[in-house]
């Protein structure tokens, strides 16, 4: 058509999903695991199936615009004022309602990368610059040159931790010595997909961060350890002026009413849940071991994924795990990302990858 878009989409990538386990079969026909998007693989409790049926029947009905059943079980969980946690459709929504809220055309944003793929399409999205600051050699993120980055354009700085694809998560003390050097009236977005599979003690707490910084906006999801990613469900705590700016940006009824009550229902069951994350952590140490044994160097992961560097060989790895059946998430050029899920998927990666380096 003739139809004139903006200037800023045409040379934005598009969201590439981790590919879907249907319709593949591997090669020996054995079962296919989808290990390309860092879901949980266990199925939804009966419990969260039971609500989300009720909550079913009133969808001809619009939701709770606010999500205040929600807000307010995040509220309490959390210890933290309702008025500072905002809701939004993913964290990746809540996310882009961060950027709309702080940065346009003439901004800067600055991130590390390689990380989440989504930053810098929301970015490009708002009009703004994406300022990308390479990781270390171990992965990590530099927060000294993500320091020195920062010009009086900037308006946000995204940190992911852990961080997604590389694995490690950012240390506290490091956080703090950044934060001394950032203006405070620039916003720091700590995102924490991954926040319940940590267990370094060293590793950043967003939550007590944002206690202390007002200019602290701390992401996270029910798509991962709460295992709802099909039913987007984001949060953020953050001051009063920022958590009503992500108000004021988010799609209005963005939360299904289906969605608010299973995150809530989650909460409520959420000992049995992190059990779940408990066992993925075991499974984590258990591939990571396994995998280190047989020669790989992979960055620590404190998320429910591992890292593979593997250079130009990237696609040929990938092609030859999904012909075994397990569908992982190249970086052409990098490297795979693969989640950590059932045992036997797990098994199935430390079989191709000690067949790999023969
Ligand atoms: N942040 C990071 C670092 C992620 O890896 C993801 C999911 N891949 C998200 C945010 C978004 O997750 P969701 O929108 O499902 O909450």
Known sequence: ????????????????????????????????????????PYPPLPGVLEVVEEASRSMNRYPDMFATGLVDAIARRFDVPAAHVATGTGSVGVLQQVIQACAAEGDEVIYPWRSFEAYPIVVGISGARSVRVPLTVDARHDLEAMRDAITERTRLVLVCSPNNPTGPAVHHDEMVEFLKDVPDDVLVVVDEAYREFVR?????????????????????TFSKAYGLAGLRVGFAFAHDDVADALRKT?????????????????????????????SLVKERSRVQEALRAQGWRIPHTEANFIWLELGEETDHFAEK??????????????????????????????????????
């Open 200 to 220: 370094d003690a060293r590793a950043v707490d967003g939550l007590a961060l944002y206690r202390r910084y007002p200019n602290i906006c701390v992401l996270r």
């Open 1 to 40: 058509s003739r139809v004139r878009l903006r200037e800023a989409l045409a040379n934005l990538p598009s969201y590439k999903p981790g590919r879907s386990a249907a319709g593949s079969s591997s090669a020996d026909a054995g079962p296919v695991f989808k290990v390309s998007s860092n879901e949980n």
């Open 250 to 278: 988010a799609v209005p009824f963005g939360v299904s009413g289906v969605a608010q009550a299973a995150a809530v229902e989650s909460l409520n069951r959420e000992a049995e849940l992190m059990q779940r994350v408990e």
């Open 321 to 358: 795990c999904g012909e075994a059946g397990l569908i992982v998430r190249p970086f052409g050029g990098e490297g795979c990302r693969i989640s950590v899920a059932e045992p036997e998927a797990n098994d199935l990666l430390i079989r191709i990858a000690a067949e790999w380096r023969g």
